[in-house]
């Protein structure tokens, strides 16, 4: 059984541009979670996709946005980015009546 | 809103020996659910334990341990027989639902002395 993919590992951007992270979910799985985790702190919730909507968000700006497909993969874009969007994004997704949450192995980015 | 307290920046252990990482939460819920992850330097976070609230008999899974106190609203994890591989970043977390958003703690950096 494949576990949770992201990619790409790295990036680097510029201030002000835009970039898409992505992740693929566990097999079975049809929820999937996206966080963020600053240098030195736990995960901040950003959103939630299931069924291929939203199903919950955190206190992220509208420049955060995601999509989720029909195999349950999913999309995290941000738009306009700052020095502050550099971190850890961490994508989880579980299953239909899972408790547990399972987690990629993160995007490193970093914004300059 | 939920919040996770982890007031252990860090803690350090002689390999063998036993540790506890201590955890508070602040919920308005009475249904809910408690984690323990271990994140390594390798960034994947690794589920360790889960409490679900509703149960009275604290949850262990081998080395791994909880002191669930619910009217106290605390949450610490208890590793036995400590060994080298345990050294990580160790976070609790909160989910009002199963499967909703967590919310977590700061973390505590655990290290084991050889």
């Known amino acids: 059984e494949t576990g949770v993919t992201q990619s790409p590992t790295h990036l680097i951007k510029t201030r002000g541009q835009q970039v898409t992270l992505r992740c693929s979910s566990q097999?079975?799985?049809?929820?999937v979670s996206w966080y963020q985790q600053a240098l030195g702190q736990g995960p901040q919730f950003i959103f939630q996709?299931?069924?291929?909507?939203?199903?919950g968000r955190g206190n992220f700006p509208p420049r955060f946005s995601g999509l989720q497909f029909p195999n349950y993969s999913s999309e995290l874009n941000v738009n306009a980015l700052e020095l502050d969007d550099s971190a850890l994004y961490l994508c989880?997704?579980?299953?239909?009546?899972?408790?547990?949450?399972?987690f990629g192995p993160g995007t490193r980015l970093t914004v300059l | 809103a939920q919040t996770v307290t982890q007031s252990q920046p860090e803690m350090s252990v002689q390999e063998a020996e036993t540790v506890t990482l201590s955890c508070t939460y602040d919920?308005?819920?009475?249904?809910?659910?408690l984690f323990w992850y271990k994140q390594p330097p390798s960034r994947q976070m690794i589920l360790v334990i889960r409490?679900?609230?509703?149960?009275?008999q604290n949850a262990t899974e081998n080395r791994f341990s909880v002191n669930f106190q619910k009217a106290a609203k605390s949450f610490s994890l208890k590793i036995s027989d400590s060994q080298l591989g345990d050294a990580a970043m160790y976070f609790c977390?909160?989910?009002?639902?199963?499967?909703?958003?967590?919310?977590f703690g700061t973390g505590t950096r655990l290290t084991i002395i050889p």
């Open positions: 996709y299931y069924r291929e909507e939203e199903n």
């Open positions: 977390a909160f989910s009002p639902l199963a499967g909703e958003k967590l919310t």
């Open positions: 097999s079975g799985h049809n929820t």
């Open positions: 989880a997704s579980s299953r239909p009546d899972g408790v547990e949450q399972f």
């Open positions: 409490q679900e609230a509703y149960k009275q």
């Open positions: 919920t308005s819920e009475s249904d809910y659910y």
